[in-house]
């Protein structure tokens, strides 16, 4: 049975939170906030109404969570009357506190997600590193990883493009990610991830290592202005492969976005590609592949506004073979993550979607240094 101390530090803990929050103001603030969608013409501009109503919604997060935290923690301090009355036992006082103390820990790390861009939805890619199949293999595990986690959390997704393996697995795969605060959970899968098994597609059973790469930026909308120079732009159009019917190969629906960036602040130029094939209908991926091309130049100007942070951007690995940010060891067990040093042996769980413990090391790290 938890004792009154362990009680009362909950309490410090959530009362300290909800002050740190400044639930209070934000209170006010969204009833100044919804008194601006009164007005007839509210609705005439999409995009500022639309970026109102997101940042009204975003307060009652704050609000709402606050509260429902601070009801688990009372239900806690109300079942330490109800075990002296006979009413509940020990064990169920327990799980009233695990189940406040979860609620707590997961609302001081959303209050660790504070940059501008954590809240917005995510662009995810996974390509395959060398090494053929087995490489191409474990990029499709990864990709069943973050479906998963995805599934967990209630998040919305959608394949955006997807090029299969040669005999098995996928080449790469563009994964859009809807739901809060989405990229600033996943912004901790950034970088190569590392497999070491007794591979399937070896004769002799030999101890293999695969790579695969990840990486995720920050799903821009119409509230954010990116300029595009129209005259850096070209398209192409193509037959769409894989499953999908008589249409999707007779039909040049998929499209494929190429832009000539030149970095405004060193002036190196580099071509961005972007493809889409995630619909049937060619303007409708098209537009999507508009938005991804502004994700990424959106994800290059946050680079260069975080350049003062060189001291956080250090503690991350550079996306390159040999420099992985995290390694499955299947034969032995364990899952290491080598920015935060947690690991974990619980490799089945790992590879079904159960990486919250990682996100969690990680922005604790992020938010310490």
């Known amino acids: ?44 501009d999409q995009k500022a109404a639309e970026a109102q109503m997101k940042k009204i919604k975003m307060l009652h997060f704050w609000i709402d969570s606050c509260k429902e935290v601070q009801g688990a923690v009372d239900e806690v301090a109300i079942g330490f009357d109800f075990v002296k009355e ?26 660790m997600l ?75 899968e950034n970088g190569v991830h590392r497999l070491v ?3 399937p597609y070896n004769a002799q059973g030999k101890r293999m290592t695969s790579f695969a790469s990840v990486f995720v930026t920050p799903l821009v ?13 070209s398209w192409d159009t193509f037959r769409s492969g894989g499953a999908g019917g008589q249409n999707v190969n007779k039909v040049e629906s998929g499209v494929r976005v190429r832009y000539q960036y ?12 972007v493809e889409n094939t995630e619909t049937r209908d060619q303007p409708k991926n098209k537009e999507n592949a508009l938005r991804n091309l502004k ?18 951007e250090d503690s991350k690995k550079k996306i390159e073979w040999g420099s992985q940010i995290r390694s499955y060891v299947f034969d032995d067990r364990r899952v290491k993550d080598h920015r935060t040093n947690y690991q974990t042996s619980d490799v089945n769980s790992v590879m079904d979607g159960d990486i919250d413990e990682f996100i969690k090391a990680y922005l604790m790290q992020f938010s310490e240094e």
């Open 1 to 44: 049975m938890i004792t009154t101390e362990q009680l009362k530090e909950l309490q410090e803990r959530v009362t300290a939170l909800c002050r740190y929050l400044d639930i209070d103001s934000k209170k006010i603030e969204v009833e100044e906030e919804e008194l601006r969608t009164h007005v007839p013409d509210f609705w005439q």
């Open 262 to 273: 030149k970095d405004p602040y060193t002036g190196e130029e580099e071509e961005i590609l």
């Open 86 to 111: 006979g009413v509940i036992d020990e064990s169920e006082l327990d799980n009233l506190y695990a189940v406040a103390l979860d609620k707590t820990e997961k609302l001081e790390l959303r209050n």
């Open 221 to 233: 909308d119409d509230t954010i202005e990116i300029t595009l120079d129209p005259a850096r732009i």
């Open 197 to 199: 098994r007794v591979s």
């Open 295 to 312: 994700s990424i130049l959106y994800n290059k100007e946050l680079e260069h506004r975080r350049e003062e942070q060189r001291k956080i």
């Open 114 to 188: 504070r940059h501008e861009e954590d809240k917005m939805d995510a662009i995810l890619k996974i390509n395959s590193g060398a090494g053929g199949t087995e490489s191409q293999d474990w990029a499709s595990m990864l990709m069943r990883l973050y479906l998963r986690w995805c599934e967990r959390h209630g998040y919305k997704t959608a394949i955006e493009h997807m090029v299969d393996g040669d005999e098995a697995g996928i080449k790469s795969v563009t994964i859009s990610v809807e739901g809060a605060f989405a990229f600033g959970y996943l912004k901790s």
